[in-house]
């Protein structure tokens, strides 16, 4: 049953996607700031498709200005969760290829979202670099530093990339840990079990202290991370 209700799921979600991205295109030509209420009715709208409850606590611990929130990745509903409930609007990087799918990539674009070129060392630096500026400039950014989702429920060793950035951009990371989703959509399954919540627990930021060479502080962003949000899960 929670195979065939997953695929139902998708018959009916999947399909609003794209009329919603180019409705969020259109809404952009008229103010760019319009893009955060469509991204969020989406991630809202497909929660409450899958019979989704969220809930959100530590909104205060939210620093003004652009963060990078780091959190665990269970599920495909994370990114719904996200989108749809964290207190401030976030937006994604992605590979650049996602950006060349007909309307959701265009939309994605429209949106402020980051393309990361994981390319060759040099195109992959570059677009490092140029995304460590977009995010000083004002954008705050969702990564999942795991790289991946869980297949068995377990926090996964965390890539380093994610901290590249955050060190190189010099903002604060606010870690956050995501309970719930699992048991919803785990890692890998098409399946959909109902009637369970999410949380979304925020941590406080993370703020290093300056004077690290930059494999140091990377390492000890990590660290910090890792115990947040692992200890936000058990």
Known sequence: MAVIRGLLYMA?????????AAAAIISTLIDRRNYGWFARFWGRLGITLAGIKVRVSGSELIPDGPIIVM??????????????????????????????IPVFGWSMRRGGYIALDRGDGRKALKSMDEAAAQI??????????????TRDGQLLPFKRGGFLLAVKA??????????????????????LNLGRPVEVKIHAPITLP????????????????HTAIAGGLS
């Open 210 to 225: 300056t004077g690290l060479k930059r494999a140091e502080a990377e390492d000890l962003l990590m660290q910090r991370v």
């Open 170 to 191: 010099g903002v604060p990371v606010v870690p956050v840990s995501i309970v719930g989703s699992f048991a919803i959509n785990p890692g890998g399954s098409l399946g």
């Open 136 to 149: 000083k400039g004002g954008t705050s950014v969702i990564i999942f530093p795991e790289g991946t989702r």
């Open 12 to 20: 009916v979600f999947f399909p609003l996607t794209f009329p919603i």
């Open 71 to 100: 959190s665990n990745h269970a599920s495909n509903f994370d990114i719904l969760a996200m989108q749809g409930y964290f207190p401030r609007p976030l937006s994604w990087i992605a590979k650049k290829e996602l950006f060349t």
